[in-house]
């Protein structure tokens, strides 16, 4: 399946930039640092063009059967690749359970082989030392797809050994300093659709996380998933709070200061 | 039932919102719960064995639950049990209410039971002129406040003491203002003696039915189905059949689970084994199917019926903590309960497995290992199938899968979105979107990444 001129054109393997379409849309420097960071470790990244959606928000809602054309359009867009590396621990979950389609094979194969940014570097890429220089006070916000659903860090409700691969990242960064927070792994309350379902109880989960982090002394907000990000921006700005929010990967590509468009 | 006026969990959830201190509270409460739970079940090496050893039991058990409950049902009535089984809740409670009339008896005590809150069977008995107690002191206290629980374990979790010292000053007599929690429990106690002592009926739950030795185990921390059973005439012991376990041996697993799941007890005060009724009394136990038999033959959702009811999901549940428990409008709130009442009226509940942010805490906790968080997913695929959805939704998803397959439509759409929020922010931020009310929407960047990648690296292009 893979094409010789996809398979070993780069040194370390071909990687397709799956670019979510809100990220695409209002976090276009967070896929920018994604693709700088994969170029910098010395893989050769491809962005196919028309990319939209990974169909989550219709299957969240019930209507997952009518992801089929949506998910045809992935495949047709994401085939041969080596691997596929997503800056959004949600939408590569949702791929990773719930891709399907015509081309069943090609859909399996994209199954196994799409990777959300941070296990990307820990677990394929080994990244053991970073440029980055980022001289700030950082809380890490764990997004419940990528921790519970890509295993992305340990849990607090499970017994098992601790970990943490984005902390394991940001413990590389010269002149970051992690803040502890007092729920470690509390949602955040952005959940899809259900931010404007569910409108009364999904901000004040988001403002409790803010809080949070607030009160622990964080300047920056960061995370593997720029949705619940996004959400948590929301409530910052609305406070009128000098505190930002920041994708993983501009704080790991941050080699001065982080770029924004 | 019956409500004409019907809200689904977002407008409940909204109405407890509006108090946020209260909020903040409850969230608290039912987080030091889950740390309490945290610190015990870390206590312990082989947790994560436990739970794939329960669970195992329960897939086991549920696999051939016709030939336990046979089992169960020869052994108990070798014991000198009466067996009843009960198709529905209606059943049940006409059961209940026959044995009562028999024994010419108006009055009973009860201790916790989950099922007869599913059934209605308060309800039920208190319109046919019969006074029911319940005596676990929580339900008491929503008793006394004409409410349901909101909890499985906790049912008054979402009182304050002062507004129980309130609830009791009225009924109990307690002086107006006292909001001491020992001294209000002296007076529930005071108050519930007396029923002890005069009431000839006890009906309790039952936690756990061994087939191999016809007994049922009930738990409870106050000993009140104890005091109650051991005083009545008439014992009526009421489990919905899922209860039902091989044997003694796997007991001692379920136990270890329970307390420290539910509420970070290493045990739960009283485990009490009812074998046989005492000499003169009558025991009685009802088998209740309610749905359960329909939700046995759902694949997906078959899981469900592991539940032991510890009330952990709702504890580390974030929605469940900053929604309250009668948010979800059922007898079992929280995220078990959105799993389990779709099974018994879609209509009715196609709510709640949408009150979820499938953030997948709940099916970390709990101790039989149940899917919850994707059941909770699948009970949206199959409520939307069976039509249980709004029409407009159906309207603007099918316009959704439209787009998302069209890359230049999506690609216009979200072009419009910018350029809205960069020149007309007013059509998106008002009241009327609910994203606006408490957040503000994200800056609108100049390009999309797809138009600097254009720009920056043409030519690159796969």
């Known amino acids: 399946m893979i094409t010789e001129s996809k398979a070993h054109a780069g040194r370390r393997g071909k990687i397709g930039l799956f670019v979510p379409c809100y990220v695409d849309q209002f976090y276009p420097s967070a896929a920018i640092a994604t693709l700088n960071l994969l170029e910098k470790l010395g893989y050769d990244v491809g962005f196919p063009s028309g990319q939209t959606c990974c169909g989550q928000p219709l299957a969240n809602s019930g209507y997952e059967h009518l992801t089929a054309p949506v998910n045809n359009h992935f495949i047709s867009l994401f085939a041969g690749y080596d691997y596929i590396v997503g800056p959004s621990g949600s939408c590569v979950l949702h791929i990773k359970e719930h891709l399907h389609g015509m081309q069943e094979a090609e859909a399996a194969r994209i199954r196994s082989r799409v990777f959300e940014l941070v296990e990307f570097l820990t677990d394929v890429a080994k990244v053991n030392s970073l440029r980055a220089h980022f001289p700030y006070r950082v809380g890490l916000h764990q997004s419940c797809h990528g921790q519970r659903g890509l295993g992305l860090s340990s849990m607090s409700e499970r017994t098992l ?3 943490s691969k984005p902390a394991q990242l940001l413990s ?7 803040v502890p927070l007092d729920r470690i792994d509390e949602c955040c309350g952005f959940g899809g659709t259900f931010c404007v379902t569910e409108e009364a109880v999904s901000a004040k989960m988001g403002k409790d996380r803010v809080a949070d982090h607030l009160k622990n002394g964080a300047e920056y907000i960061t995370g593997a998933d720029l949705s619940c990000l996004m959400h948590m921006e929301g409530i910052l700005k609305r406070q009128k709070s000098q505190v930002k929010v920041l994708h993983i990967a501009e704080i790991l590509n941050a080699e001065t200061i982080h770029a924004t468009v | 039932m019956g409500n004409t006026a019907y809200k689904d969990h977002a407008a409940l959830s909204a109405g407890f919102n509006r108090d946020e201190g209260r909020v903040d509270w409850h969230d608290q409460t039912l987080w030091f719960v889950r740390q309490k739970r945290d610190r015990l079940s870390q206590g312990i090496p082989d947790w994560e064995d436990l739970r794939e050893a329960a669970s195992a039991i329960k897939s086991h058990t549920l696999s051939n639950i016709d030939t336990y409950l046979e089992t169960f049902e020869k052994n108990a009535l070798a ?9 529905d809740a209606v059943s049940h409670n006409q059961t209940v209410l026959e044995i009562l009339q028999r ?63 309130e609830l009791f000053h009225v009924h109990l007599g307690t002086p107006a203002g006292l909001a001491d929690p020992q001294q209000l429990t002296e007076a529930a106690r005071q108050d519930l003696r007396k029923r002890f002592l005069t009431r000839r009926a006890a009906l309790t739950g ?6 191999e030795t016809g007994e049922f185990v009930v738990c409870t921390n106050e000993g009140n ?58 025991l009685h136990l009802i088998l209740v199917d309610n749905g359960r038999s329909r939700q046995l033959g759902r694949d997906d959702f078959r899981a469900s019926l592991k539940c032991i009811r510890c009330g952990a999901c709702m504890n580390t549940c974030p929605v469940y903590r900053r929604s309250g428990g009668h948010s979800y409008h059922t007898a079992v709130a929280g995220p078990i309960g959105s799993i389990l009442a779709p099974n018994l009226d879609m209509a009715q509940f196609k709510d709640l497995p949408f009150a979820s942010t499938l953030c997948g805490s709940c099916s970390n906790v709990c101790p039989v290992k149940i899917n919850i968080h994707e059941q909770l997913y699948k009970w949206r695929q199959v409520l939307v199938r069976h039509g249980h959805t709004d029409t407009k939704k159906t309207a603007a998803m099918k316009a959704m899968a439209y787009t998302l397959s069209r890359p230049a439509l999506l690609n216009f759409a979200g072009k419009s979105l910018r350029f809205a929020l960069r020149y007309a922010p007013l059509a998106i931020n008002n009241p009327l979107n609910p994203w606006y009310r408490q957040r503000d929407m994200p800056a609108a960047p100049a390009e999309t990444f797809a138009a600097w990648y254009h720009k920056n690296r043409k030519g690159a292009n796969r």
Request: proline share 5%; charged share 25%.
């Open chain 1, 161 to 163: 050994p601790a970990f």
């Open chain 1, 172 to 178: 590389l960064v010269a002149g970051l300093e992690l």
């Open chain 2, 79 to 87: 014991n000198g049990i009466h067996i009843h089984w009960a198709p």
């Open chain 2, 103 to 165: 024994h010419n008896i108006s009055q009973l005590v009860k201790s916790k039971s989950m099922l007869t809150e599913e059934c209605h069977l308060n309800d039920f008995l208190e319109q046919r002129g019969l006074e029911v107690t319940d005596t676990d002191l929580g339900e008491r206290i929503v008793q006394l406040a004409k409410e349901p629980p909101s909890h499985i374990v906790l049912p008054c979790i979402h009182k304050k003491k002062e507004e129980i010292g």
């Open chain 2, 206 to 211: 039952v936690n756990f039915a061994i087939a």
């Open chain 2, 225 to 282: 189905a104890d005091m109650g059973a051991h005083l009545a005439d008439v014992h009526i012991a009421s489990m919905g059949f899922e209860k039902v376990i091989p044997g003694r041996k796997e007991l001692g697993i379920f136990l270890r689970l329970l307390a420290r799941s539910a509420t970070g007890q290493p045990i739960t005060t009283y485990s009490s084994h009812f074998a046989r009724p005492r000499d003169g009394q009558e």
